[in-house]
Nanobody, 121 residues
Framework: QVQLVESGGGLVQAGGSLRLSCAASGRIFSINSMGWYRQAPGKQRELVAAISSGAGTNYADSVKGRFTISRDNAKNTVYLQMDSLKPEDTAVYYC???????????????WGQGTQVTVSS
């Protein structure tokens, strides 16, 4: 089994900061990309930021310059530093990992349970 456990969500005022963490555990051979998605009420889940195994990054236009994604490969952990938060950043944030459980297996998507981020105006 593979588990992705998120932490760091909460309530913050506009302009504030939060740092999300997501640790992957279980039978893992290798992790390709890791990322963060979010889903606001009544909206589709969207990509916030992603980071490849080679540390290449990709951000949604709405968060560029405010959010920073990073990862610690030794700990199978991905982080999302969120600064200058806005009320429109309010959503449930989900961690994602594309990983291989064995050297001979295929890559699959795994998801965390989600963590709520609420930004008050």
């Amino acid at each position: 089994q593979v588990q992705l456990v998120e932490s760091g969500g909460g309530l913050v005022q506009a302009g504030g900061s939060l740092r999300l963490s997501c640790a992957a555990s279980g039978r893992i051979f290798s992790i390709n990309s890791m990322g963060w998605y979010r889903q606001a009420p009544g909206k589709q889940r969207e990509l916030v930021a992603a980071i490849s195994s080679g540390a290449g990054t990709n951000y949604a236009d709405s968060v560029k310059g405010r959010f920073t994604i990073s990862r610690d490969n030794a700990k199978n952990t991905v982080y999302l530093q969120m600064d200058s938060l806005k009320p429109e950043d309010t959503a449930v944030y989900y961690c994602n990992a594309v990983l291989r459980r064995t050297w001979y297996g295929s890559e699959y998507d795994y998801w965390g349970q989600g963590t709520q981020v609420t930004v008050s105006s």
